[in-house]
């Protein structure tokens, strides 16, 4: 039995959506300094001109770090509820949700460095 696709329902949920960016980016402070980081790398993909591909490379590095950070943020703030006060446990899982953001931001700049250092170089005439 197929269910209509219900309008209202969908756009209520990006608005929800979009509620929890704007929360993220104006309360965590984590997340805006991956903000400037992206502006950062937009301002020198533009700077060299980098290729469809490589744009495609960093878009996606954008957005799983910012997917990171906001699942990270998420299990922070339940974890707080479920357990306010200090427990081992929790630490372990807000250390390890953290862990995880750093892993990727660290595998974005290596990314980042396999594209932009090589342009780096040439321009600075020093070849490769």
């Keep these: 039995m197929n269910r209509p ?13 979009g509620m929890g960016v704007y929360s993220l980016f ?3 402070n984590n997340a805006r300094i991956h903000l ?6 937009i301002v020198a993909g533009i700077f060299f001109r980098i290729s469809v591909t490589e744009w495609c490379i ?7 770090v910012w997917s ?4 990270n943020t998420a299990i922070e703030k339940l974890a ?7 427990h081992p446990a929790i630490k372990d899982v ?9 892993i990727l931001a660290g595998s ?16 600075c005439g020093i070849s490769i």
């Design 36 to 41: 400037i980081a992206c502006l950062l790398v």
């Design 58 to 64: 960093i878009v996606i590095q954008i957005g799983l």
């Design 108 to 123: 974005a700049v290596i990314v980042g460095s396999i594209i932009f250092i090589p342009k780096l170089l040439t321009m």
């Design 80 to 86: 707080d509820v479920v357990s306010p006060g200090y």
């Design 26 to 28: 104006r309360y965590e």
């Design 68 to 71: 990171a950070e906001a699942v």
């Design 94 to 102: 807000k250390d390890i949700a953290a862990a995880g953001v750093l």
């Design 5 to 17: 696709v219900n309008i209202r329902k969908a756009i209520r949920s990006f608005r929800f959506a």
